[in-house]
């Protein structure tokens, strides 16, 4: 697939080097993107008080292939960007601390209604009862969620290991087999190089749990989804609480798991203590393992 490059960028960046006459259509665009998408190149050339061929011109030279082109990355700009564009900010009714837990808050309790109990509960089975378990996640909170994954789960005695990068990814499922799990973490569920690499690990027998979005590529192809379907926030200054949503449900399949393992995770989290309060002072309740 041809990449579709970011329009808006390359008219800004092109500003200084376009003719006096481009830089007046340039102007014009960017001051209404909407506008500007849906006008005819008569109305560009009025607007911007040049020609036609001028505003031909100016299509050619930020990339496109014709003014047509020009009007449909603007339209698709416009669309996914607007706020973006208008840096749209959320009100803030309470303190920045309390708008921050508030989103949190409302993001587990959707969610809390969204994850199906049985649906953990053979996540469980299945990862209790895998030889080795491999976490993918790629990109911003699911790179962080695969390795909380990997934290939370090796101290029950889980073979787990996370992988972000693509391409180990795609190495590793290869190697997968029917006694094999993939816990795979997606927020969208259509990132193409997760997508891909789940398939892989399936041709070779391996399940395949997802944390994802329902109706996606990535739930379509698991054995067991559990849902994690959060509306992203109008604000584009405020970080995304999805990645609560799902640190929430790997902490489930986590108590879920040593729930299963009681009888031989205890010695190795006994352990584990033992050897971190040696390191500190063995009078104050640490949390395990931090």
């Avoid at 960017?30 to 506008?35: I, S, T």
Wanted: glycine residues 6%.
């Amino acid at each position: 697939m041809a990449y579709d490059f970011d329009i808006i960028a390359k008219i800004k960046s092109l500003e200084t080097q376009l003719k006096p006459s481009e830089r007046k259509v340039g102007k014009l665009i960017l001051e209404d993107l909407q506008w500007a998408g849906n006008a005819s190149i008569a109305e560009l050339a009025e607007g911007a008080g040049v020609s036609e061929a001028t505003v031909t011109r100016f299509a050619k030279v930020v990339g496109c292939t014709n003014v047509r082109d020009l009007k449909a990355k603007l339209v698709s700009s416009f669309a996914i960007g607007k706020r973006f564009i208008d840096g749209h900010s959320e009100a803030i009714e309470q303190s920045t601390f309390g708008h921050i837990i508030q989103g949190i808050q409302e993001t587990l309790t959707s969610v809390s209604s969204q994850i199906s109990e049985r649906a953990v509960k053979k996540s469980s089975s299945l990862i209790d009862g895998c030889d080795k378990l491999v976490v993918f996640g790629s990109g911003g909170g699911s790179t962080i969620v695969a390795l909380e994954a990997q934290h939370r789960l090796f101290r029950l005695g889980v073979t787990v290991t996370a992988y972000h990068d693509a391409i180990m990814q795609g190495m590793v499922a290869a190697t997968l087999d029917s006694k094999s799990v993939v816990l795979a973490i997606s927020t969208s569920g259509e990132l193409a190089e997760i997508n891909d690499n789940v398939s892989v690990a399936k041709q070779y027998g391996a399940k395949v749990i997802a944390i994802t979005r329902s109706s996606t590529t990535l739930s379509d192809l698991s054995d067991i989804h559990l849902q994690v379907q959060v509306q992203e926030s109008e604000g584009i200054f405020k970080p995304t609480p999805s990645r609560y949503a799902l640190l929430a449900v790997v902490d489930t399949l986590a108590l879920e798991v040593a729930n299963l393992r009681q009888n031989t995770c205890k010695e190795m989290l006994r352990k584990i203590k033992y050897n971190m309060d040696s390191k500190r002072d063995r009078k104050n309740r640490y949390p395990l393992g931090d």
